[in-house]
């Protein structure tokens, strides 16, 4: 009997214990704090304990906190499983930067008296961060990154404007589907081409052409033409030049007496 009575009041003593364990640690972690994880694992561990716990109290008013907080557990797990969801679609919107960078060629441009423009065509752009689209000015030059469009990151870099321009007065504005680049100029004058490059390609090649003598400005013409053209363009020069060569061979030849 005495025995007896020793076990019901260790069972009472563990009881206790396990209760006072389970309360401090619901203290620690709220229910209203989001449980992702690890915690997850512990919100079932107490679902467990609780239930043992239940089956084993005598006490009305232990009976009923028990429950209650069993249930509160079990919401708990329920309104787990959609803030996981949401938590990993948040993960699965987050853009991918990529390595791949792609350099810009084609563009167009034109000019007023204070600004020469430049339109960069980029498909779904407008649709980017702003943070994602940065354009840098220096007195003679401007550099566009844009990154993370469809996965890829794009770059165009222009030095040695033909002229300066106004750094901090120039900008750059998004379109559908365009970015247009605005260089504010130092000078209200007209811009021939962008860069200095190009100014001086177009003079070398005025210069190649400009010659008295017709037949060495053709010679010239042709030689470019063969140097920069394809397969079937050399083939055609190389014809036509046989075929002159012979001809002027026959017209120089004596006529028969």
């Known amino acids: 009997m005495r025995e007896a009575r020793q076990n019901r009041r260790e069972s009472s003593r563990g009881e206790s214990l396990r209760l006072r364990q389970l309360l401090t640690r619901n203290r620690s972690s709220p229910s209203c704090k989001p449980v992702l994880g690890a915690d997850m694992e512990e919100l079932q561990k107490d679902l467990e304990e609780v239930k043992e716990l239940l089956k084993m109290t005598t006490r009305k008013r232990v009976h009923d906190f028990l429950l209650a907080e069993k249930n509160k557990i079990e919401r708990e797990i329920k309104n787990w499983q959609p803030l996981k969801l949401k938590a990993e679609g948040s993960e699965e919107e987050k853009p991918t930067v990529t390595g791949y960078t792609v350099k810009i060629n084609n563009y167009a441009w034109d000019q007023s008296d204070k600004f020469v423009k430049i339109y960069v065509t980029l498909s779904g752009v407008q649709h980017l961060p702003a943070e994602n689209i940065q354009v840098h000015f220096t007195e003679s030059s401007f550099h566009l990154l844009v990154k993370n469009l469809n996965n ?39 811009w021939e081409c962008l860069t200095q490059v190009e100014k001086e390609t177009k003079e070398k090649e005025k210069a190649s052409y400009d010659t008295s003598d017709p037949s060495e400005g053709l010679m010239n013409l042709l030689k470019k033409m063969y140097a920069e053209g394809d397969d079937e363009m050399k083939r055609t020069i190389n014809k036509a030049w046989v075929e002159s060569r012979e001809k002027q061979s026959k017209d120089d030849l004596p006529l028969d007496i």
């Open 152 to 190: 890829k990151n794009y770059t165009m870099t222009f030095n040695n404007l033909l002229k300066p321009i106004l750094a901090k007065s120039s900008s750059w504005k998004i379109k559908t589907d365009m970015i247009l680049i605005l260089c504010k100029k130092q000078q209200e004058e007209k």
